[in-house]
């Protein structure tokens, strides 16, 4: 584990289990149709059990870089946030500005609800094939500068790493 101080607010990198964290806000790494699937959105939506779903499907659609949110089931949290990762496609689609967005709109959304902390996966990392040390930087960099813009009552962000190269390459953009 590995913190920073952001003005009054810890931003916390961990490996870890993100359907396992304590937290406010857990954010999901869905897509546009939020239809649930493999890898973190399918551990979320497993551990949370079926009531996630069922808002789901009521809300029906999300589009690339925004967010959107349910409550949070059986998971330890209040309320669950779907955002949805840009598909990497060779660096030429705006994938740096929506996977940006991705961490901006979560976080205006969880001081909307007002949390006080969130626990975030590493988006667009898995099967959205986003190159690991890029989506770092830019995940990072988007939560300082929502940080440093917009007022909000945030106490803690948590970047929950799953294998030991994703930890990693947070962990040297949390340090830069
Ligand atoms: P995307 O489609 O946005 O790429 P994935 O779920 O395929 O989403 O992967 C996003 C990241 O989430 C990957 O780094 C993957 O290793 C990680 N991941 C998978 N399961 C979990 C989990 N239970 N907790 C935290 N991270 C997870």
């Not at 913190?3 to 869905?30: H, L, P, Q, R, Y």
């Not at 809300?59 to 330890?76: R, S």
């Not at 626990?119 to 959205?128: L, M, Q």
Request: charged share 20%.
């Amino acid at each position: 584990m590995e913190k920073i101080k952001e003005g009054s607010v810890d931003i916390i990198v961990k490996k870890g289990d993100i359907t396992e964290e304590e937290v406010d806000i857990i954010v999901n790494a869905a897509n546009n149709r939020l239809l649930g699937g493999g890898g973190v959105d399918g551990a979320i939506h497993r551990a949370a059990g079926p009531s996630m779903m069922s808002e789901c499907r009521k809300i029906g659609y999300c589009p690339t870089g925004e967010a959107v949110y349910t409550t949070a089931g059986n998971l330890k949290a209040k309320y669950c946030i779907h955002t949805v990762g840009p598909i990497w496609q060779g660096g030429f689609k705006n994938e740096e500005k929506l996977l940006s967005n991705c961490y901006i709109n979560s976080l205006k959304l969880a001081n909307k609800l007002n949390a006080s902390s969130i626990a975030f996966p590493a988006i667009s990392c898995g099967v959205y094939g986003y190159p690991i040390e890029e989506a770092a930087n830019i995940a990072i960099n988007s939560i300082k500068k929502f940080l440093r813009t917009y007022p909000n009552n945030l106490k803690e962000i948590r970047l929950v790493l799953f294998n030991d190269t994703t930890y990693n390459a947070f962990y040297r953009a949390l340090k830069a």
